[in-house]
């Protein structure tokens, strides 16, 4: 049996597997550059974060109906749940699918046909949170959040994630302003290629509960004491910061240290089919390459459950 755990950082959007690519492909006439299975997974040797975007982008032009997400959404959840997932916090973004023509109505209820009964059909509780491009502008993230007031029901909360050096988070005060007046739930993406002062940034200026990735905080002790001290949790991905070259290898992750030195971690899949590995795996991975004990791999389950948006008795009912 797998640990139970919650997943805090996992895009939708990442999950789409090769084979489920090729039979959206075929489903709906859309013809990718890539004359199989075999050749699109040749694309996946990542040099940056930039380099994965581009591929990452480019295979989203499958995804066209409501069909397309539902079937996206349960394809994950399916795998999630194997991999002893209890609950997901699933990022998704709108504004990469309304430059194609796709509308909010069709992602978000698209992937509520799946989330609305992934209790029942998985035994995994979701949430979902709307993530704004930071390589966009600040108007395209406020028009965005307007498109999605018809569905604010379905939607907890906003994050910001894409290319980030250059895009630093006071960007978008105004918009994450906006969000926390309707009632949303705040996290960013900082610190995955950005400096630190992007995390000092996005906990000071946007209001965030939760940094995702967050790793460079470990450059600046003042933060990783402040961290600490206001126990925000980091939404890690140990095979992400790997194929992404933020890292050199599993064995030089500093999440031990991170632990060590008393910050609230968790580990997550970020974009499992791109990365080699569903929150099982990343759980897995950790414990191979960095020898962690069966307790702080239960710490890491733990801080999972408590870092996310689920409610006390939700949360003792999912762990
Ligand atoms: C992402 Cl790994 C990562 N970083 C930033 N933005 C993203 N969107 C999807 N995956
Ligand atoms: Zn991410």
Not at 21 to 33: H, T
Not at 42 to 68: C, G, H, I, K, P
Not at 178 to 202: I, K, S, T
Not at 238 to 254: E, K, Q
């Amino acid at each position: 049996m797998p640990l139970p755990k919650a997943e805090l950082h996992l895009h939708i959007e990442g999950t789409l597997e090769p084979e489920l690519a090729f039979a959206l492909a075929a489903r709906n006439g859309v013809s990718l550059p890539y004359a199989d299975e075999d050749a699109l997974r040749e694309a996946y040797r990542f040099a940056d974060l930039q380099s994965f975007l581009n591929l990452y982008y480019e295979l989203m032009a499958v995804l066209r109906t409501e069909r397309d997400f539902e079937d996206l959404a349960n394809a994950y959840l399916a795998r999630a749940a194997a991999q002893g997932v209890r609950h997901a916090e699933i990022f998704f973004d709108p504004q990469a699918h309304l430059a194609r023509g796709v509308e909010m109505g069709t992602v978000v209820e698209g992937l509520w046909r799946a989330l609305g009964s992934s209790r029942e059909n998985h035994g995994v509780s979701t949430r979902l949170i709307l993530c704004f491009l930071r390589d966009e502008s600040a108007e395209s993230a406020r028009e965005t959040l307007d498109a999605a007031k018809p569905y604010l029901d379905r939607i907890t909360g906003v994050g910001l994630d894409s290319a980030e050096v250059g895009h630093p988070p006071v960007k978008f005060r105004e918009v994450y302003e906006a969000a926390a007046a309707l009632g949303l739930r705040r996290v960013a993406h900082a610190g995955e290629e950005g400096p630190p002062e992007y995390v000092v940034e996005a906990l000071d200026v946007l209001g965030v509960e939760r940094i995702d990735h967050g790793l460079r905080s470990v450059e600046d002790p003042a933060l990783v004491e402040r961290l600490v001290r206001e126990r925000v949790p980091l939404t890690l991905c140990p095979l992400s910061n790997v194929r992404l070259r933020t890292v050199d290898t599993l064995a030089d992750h500093p999440l031990p240290a991170m632990l060590d030195a008393g910050l609230v971690c968790t580990v997550n899949s970020d974009d499992p089919a791109y990365f080699g590995g569903y929150a099982g795996d990343n759980f897995d991975a950790v414990r191979q390459a960095l020898g962690l004990t069966e307790e702080r791999l239960r710490d890491l389950a733990r801080n999972s459950f408590l870092a996310s948006f689920l409610e006390d008795d939700e949360e003792l009912r999912a762990r």
